[in-house]
Structures are given as structure tokens and as C-alpha cells.
């Protein structure tokens, strides 16, 4: 059963930047596609940004131009770069192997002075 474990979320400033990680175990990474969602308090779970197997890339409207979606298949790893940092974009972040079932447990990012 395919576990995702994801990483590098904190605090950090308004402006600042963050790169989390998610690392996949249990099955064949390379084929499926990936994605990052997020959730904030007392609001519904969002789509962030995806990554197909072949690399083809889409943001969601609020992230485009200051997050990157990035995968290593040979590390079996997705990554996601967040520069100029909100403070609305503060949440729990999650990954999500895309057209299953599977989430990560979260990772939680907070932009606040």
C-alpha cells in the first residue's frame, strides 16, 4: 500500500519561502500524477497545483507565479517551492497521488510576522 510522507512546513514571514517535500513509498511513483492541496482552518480542503507523469503542470489561480510544482522520480519525490508567502496562505498542505485514494498526513504552514 503506497504511503505519502509529506515534509518542510513552519513558519516563516510574510515574503518568505518554503520547499515542501512529499516522498512516496509502496508503489510505482513514476506513473501517477501528483498533487498538492491545502486546507485552512475552518475552511473546505483545495487543490493547490498538480504534476503528471510526463510533466505537464497546472496552479491553481491564487498560487500561479509564486509556487512550483516539481517531481524526482528517482527519489520518488514531489516537491513544491512557495516564494512570496501570504499570510492566507497559511494551512495544512497536503499530497495526494492522483486518482487514488491516498493523501499524506500533512504538513503545516503558517505566514505570519
Known amino acids: 500500500q503506497v504511503q505519502l510522507v509529506e515534509s518542510g512546513g513552519g513558519l516563516v514571514q510574510p515574503g518568505g519561502s518554503l520547499r515542501l517535500s512529499c516522498a512516496a513509498s509502496g508503489s510505482i511513483f513514476s506513473i501517477y500524477a501528483m498533487g498538492w492541496y491545502r486546507q485552512a482552518p475552518g475552511k473546505q480542503r483545495e487543490w493547490v497545483a498538480q504534476i503528471t507523469s510526463g510533466g505537464r503542470i497546472n496552479y491553481a489561480d491564487s498560487v500561479k507565479g509564486r509556487f512550483t510544482i516539481s517531481r524526482d522520480n528517482a527519489r520518488n519525490t514531489v516537491y513544491l517551492q512557495m516564494n512570496s508567502l501570504k499570510p492566507e496562505d497559511t494551512a495544512v498542505y497536503y499530497c495526494?497521488?492522483?486518482?487514488?485514494?491516498?493523501w499524506g498526513q500533512g504538513t503545516q504552514v503558517t505566514v505570519s510576522s
Open positions: 495526494k497521488q492522483i486518482g487514488t485514494s491516498t
